[in-house]
Nanobody, 119 residues
Framework: QVQLVESGGGLVQTGGSMRLSCAASASESDFGLNAMGWYRQAPGKERELVAVAFSRGGKNYADFVEGRFTISRGNAENTVYLQMNNLKPEDTAVYYC???????????WGQGTQVTVSS
């Protein structure tokens, strides 16, 4: 069982920046090719993709990111970061780290970290 541990999050003012980190308890040698990414869920809304980075390169972003966020994988390949700049109140949500294996399409989730952007 892969566990994802998130860090970062908190309260920031509009226009501020924040960095989220996520580390998986296993490595690619354990779970194979994968994608690690971030989703978010605001109150009363469905969980939505923010950004994803693939273990062999390639990244995708949601349209609402609009160049404000950058996702990156760590050298250890079992970590993923989300640098968020120019934050807006509508970015307020619980952010979840996700790892999806290419083989079997198994999803693993972090516990979630609250990001609150004050206006």
């Amino acid at each position: 069982q892969v566990q994802l541990v998130e860090s970062g999050g908190g309260l920031v003012q509009t226009g501020g920046s924040m960095r989220l980190s996520c580390a998986a308890s296993a490595s690619e040698s354990d779970f194979g090719l994968n994608a690690m990414g971030w989703y978010r869920q605001a109150p009363g809304k469905e969980r939505e993709l923010v950004a994803v980075a693939f273990s062999r390169g390639g990244k995708n972003y949601a349209d609402f990111v609009e160049g404000r966020f950058t996702i990156s994988r760590g050298n250890a390949e079992n970590t993923v970061y989300l640098q968020m700049n120019n934050l807006k109140p509508e970015d307020t949500a619980v952010y979840y780290c996700n790892l999806r294996t290419v083989v079997g399409l198994t999803d693993y989730w972090g516990q979630g970290t609250q990001v609150t952007v004050s206006s």
